[in-house]
């Protein structure tokens, strides 16, 4: 009788560990988090670049997209530039351990460094790894509001001393980005302001950029449990 009843518990025990495995969700990695902040960025720009500031001389004009990027699992914010004089791309990742950003930056003549730095409330400054033969560089973004922003680029002239190369003031192209949840949808990826539907079993979400569209096209389902997990934290006031 005994081993009856045992037979009879093992399939709603197992009933109940798959209820318990199909409960998780999925936990937001820091990464992602860190880079988050950024998600007031992510959109197009128009920017008037000058090598010297409140001149015209020299000056010139570029457009540049921030998009997220989910290649290989990993996080990224991806800065990329159009008919910019110094910069191309910039691939922005960070590392939860040393608590640093890190840059991967193409340039305008197609060379590549990689740059390591720290965020301070609205200024992300990045400083180029050393290389022989090659003098270091501080890159500088800084967000003045949600319409504006700065790149500034910079060469060192003595230890840790930079000097202006050249400025890119920007400002916003076409849809304005808010906090998550203000004036329209948020990004079912990043939590950022959001502008595109997808649809999964029958339900519309949005996402901000290119990059998010291809995470939830890869793991929808994941991607809805981690999001209606911090929306139930939110609402809870956690």
């Not at 720290?118 to 033969?133: A, G, I, T």
């Not at 910079?154 to 230890?159: G, L, Q, S, T, V």
């Not at 004036?183 to 539907?197: F, L």
């Amino acid at each position: 009788m005994s081993r009856l009843i045992a037979l009879c518990l093992i399939p709603c025990l197992t009933l109940s560990l798959c209820a318990v495995e199909q409960a998780k969700t999925p936990e937001e990695s820091p990464a992602k988090i860190a880079l988050a902040e950024f998600n007031d960025l992510i959109g197009g720009w128009r920017g008037i670049g000058q090598p010297q500031r409140g001149s015209a001389r020299g000056a010139w004009k570029e457009t540049a997209d921030w998009a997220w990027s989910f290649e290989k699992k990993e996080p990224a914010l991806v800065y990329t530039v159009e008919d910019g004089k110094y910069l191309k791309s910039v691939r922005l990742t960070y590392d939860p351990k040393s608590k640093e950003y890190h840059a991967a930056v193409t340039t305008a003549d197609d060379s590549s460094r990689i740059f390591t730095g720290k965020l301070d409330e609205k200024k992300l400054s990045l400083v180029s790894n050393p290389e022989k033969d090659r003098e270091r560089q501080q890159l500088t973004i800084t967000r003045l509001n949600e319409k504006r922003t700065l790149v500034l680029l910079e060469r060192e002239i003595a230890e840790d001393r930079f000097f202006r190369i050249a400025e890119v003031g920007y400002t916003r192209a076409g849809t304005r980005l808010a906090v998550p949840g203000a004036n329209g949808p948020e990004c079912v990826v990043t939590g950022g302001r959001a502008t595109s539907p997808v649809m999964y079993m029958g339900k519309t979400y949005y996402v901000c950029c290119t990059g998010c569209r291809q995470a939830f096209d890869d793991d929808p389902a994941g991607i809805i449990a981690e999001y209606e997990k911090k929306v139930a934290a939110r609402k809870a006031g956690r």
